[in-house]
Each structure stands twice: as structure tokens, then as C-alpha cells.
């Protein structure tokens, strides 16, 4: 699942949590869903943000090179 796939997925569980139409059951179930997906977005995000930090460090060495 891409990182838009697992937004819109997040987007979708808080509409139906929003709802209150399912069972507590099956609603802890799609809350839990949805924080793992929010856990997998946030390492994403991590990531890349470590690659972008570490793409302008090695610009700015090439540059004062």
C-alpha cells in the first residue's frame, strides 16, 4: 500500500469512526487498523526526512568542494 493509499484508508476510518454505525467491537477493530496505518506513515515521513537531510548535506559538501 502506497503512503496516498494509506492516507486515504486513514481518511476513510475516521468517516466511519465518525459514523458510529458499527459495533464497538468492530469499531476498535478499524481504530486499531488505523493506527498502525498512522504508524507506518509517520516511519515513512521519518525516512524521508532523514534521505532529504542527507541529500542536501552531501549538495552542500559538493558545492563548498
Known amino acids: 500500500?502506497?503512503?496516498?493509499?494509506?492516507l486515504a484508508r486513514i481518511e476513510e476510518i475516521v468517516s466511519i469512526l465518525n459514523e458510529g454505525n458499527e459495533?464497538?467491537?468492530k469499531q476498535i477493530q478499524i481504530y486499531e487498523?488505523?493506527?498502525k496505518l498512522i504508524?507506518?506513515?509517520r516511519e515513512f515521513l521519518q525516512n524521508a526526512e532523514k534521505k532529504i537531510?542527507?541529500?542536501n548535506s552531501n549538495t552542500q559538501m559538493k558545492s563548498e568542494e
Open 33 to 35: 487498523e488505523g493506527i
Open 39 to 41: 504508524n507506518s506513515c
Open 1 to 6: 500500500m502506497t503512503f496516498e493509499e494509506k
Open 53 to 55: 537531510i542527507n541529500i
Open 23 to 25: 459495533s464497538l467491537e
